[in-house]
Nanobody
C-alpha cells in the first residue's frame, strides 16, 4: 500500500477557498489512480473527485463540479485539491486516496486501497 499524508484543511468562510495537499510514498506515484473523498458528520464517506494515473479520466461529484479541481505533481509525489466557492455543506474530513495497483485502466470510486489520515475542512456560513 501507499502512505498518504494530507494537509491544508482549516476553517474558512462560505465563498472562500482552500487548497489541500497530499504527499504520497512509493516509487511509482505517477502510476497511481488518485482521489479525494470526504465524510461529513453523521454521514458516510463520499467521493469528491477521482483521477486516472495518466490524467485520461477524471470524475467529479456533481456537488463540487466547477468549484473543485484536482491536480498532481508527480515529481513531488503530491496531489492537490483546490476548493473554491466553498459552502457550509462542504464541511467534513477530507481524505486522500490511492489505488496502489499501478497503471490501472479502471477508475471507480471503490477501487482505492490506501488512505490518508484525513484533514478537517470547516466552512462557516
Amino acid at each position: 500500500q501507499v502512505q498518504l499524508v494530507e494537509s491544508g484543511g482549516g476553517l474558512v468562510q462560505a465563498g472562500g477557498s482552500l487548497r489541500l495537499s497530499c504527499v504520497a510514498s512509493g516509487r511509482t506515484f505517477s502510476a497511481y489512480n488518485m482521489g479525494w473523498f470526504r465524510q461529513a458528520p453523521g454521514k458516510e464517506r463520499e467521493f469528491v473527485v477521482i483521477q486516472m494515473w495518466n490524467f485520461g479520466t477524471t470524475y467529479y461529484a456533481d456537488s463540487v463540479k466547477g468549484r473543485f479541481t484536482i491536480s498532481r505533481d508527480n515529481a513531488k509525489k503530491t496531489v492537490y485539491l483546490q476548493m473554491n466557492s466553498l459552502k457550509p455543506e462542504d464541511t467534513g474530513v477530507y481524505y486522500c486516496a490511492a489505488d496502489s495497483r499501478p497503471y490501472r485502466s479502471v477508475l471507480v470510486s471503490n477501487g482505492f486501497d490506501s488512505w490518508g489520515q484525513g484533514t478537517q475542512v470547516t466552512v462557516s456560513s
